[in-house]
């Protein structure tokens, strides 16, 4: 595990762990996340700790193309039970998945300061949200980073049953439209490879990524 300076760089990816853990240190700045999603690279701490990077091997992704949608999820989205935007309440978003209860985690790892940080960097227009909508009441979400070609999801939030799944599926459909390659979903979790999800080797990410 590496230690970085002031510097905006950061070590190459194959030095970490077998964990992904990769280097601890820096700052939240617009410039250091910016470089760390291009290098294959993200931030995830607990609040009280230092900034810990990770470049994990493999890497969950979905292709766009491989969305897999159950039964049960096209019963709900003929229902028109919800309504979909985007990138119009990143703040609320960001928010509602700083504050979600999740099974087996002690705390969230939003900070204070990473909330802050992303919120910068949808001022930038490089972080990007989905708000799900059931009536007037916002219901579900997830943020991540637009790079371009690769959405890199960062988290999401559901307040009503399906409401995630929900804006998962209309990023996916829209993004797909757009000819993106794929969306980084990180690490694998059954969430996701239900949803279609797969792992693929970090050097094959990082091809992806720099095309």
Known sequence: MYL????????PVHLSDKHGLLAVGGDLSAERLLLAYKSGIF???NQGEPIVWYSPDPRMVLFPKNLKISKSMKQVIRKNQFWVTFNQN?????ANCKNSYREGQGGTWITDEMEQAYINLYNLGVAKSVEVWEGNDLVGGLYGI?????????????KVSNAS?????QLVQKLEKEHYTLIDCQVYNEHLDSL???EVSRSEFLTYLKK
């Open 4 to 11: 970085l300076s002031k510097d905006l760089v950061f070590p």
């Open 196 to 198: 279609g999800a797969e």
């Open 146 to 158: 637009d790079l371009g070609h690769i959405f890199c999801g960062e988290s999401m939030f559901s």
């Open 90 to 94: 990143f703040s609320e978003v960001i």
């Open 43 to 45: 931030p995830w701490y």
């Open 165 to 169: 799944k929900f804006a998962f599926i």
